[in-house]
């Protein structure tokens, strides 16, 4: 190794399941260089399986997506951040708001034939 390398280890917990594995990003002059275990993490007590030991491949990957899709009539065309948000949030409101319109058409047409009860009658 050159004298002038310059390592960083970064304490962090495996992405990839709900284990919690703690590791150590190693990071040579600014850019991830690997993975080291975290001898002393309570959870993994310095053992990684095979995925958490190979957590940092896909950083810099060539097939690594780097914008967001949106399926396009059946194809996956890219899209900007911001359009993909507002589909996602439009997509959620509606998710909440349909219900509500469904129960409001609902009652709606409930009164229509809704007949008072003998007690309201005589209030
Ligand atoms: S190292 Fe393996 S077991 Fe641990 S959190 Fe990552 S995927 Fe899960």
Redesign the pocket.
Known sequence: MGENMNFDYVPTT?P??G???GLNLVVQDGKLAGVETWKRHPV?EGK??P??LA?DEFVHSEERLTVPLIKKDGTFVESTWDEALALVAFSRLLQSTLPLIRDSISSATSYQSWRPTHSSCFN
């Open positions: 495996c990839y399941c284990c919690g594995c993994s990684l399986c995925k958490g957590c």
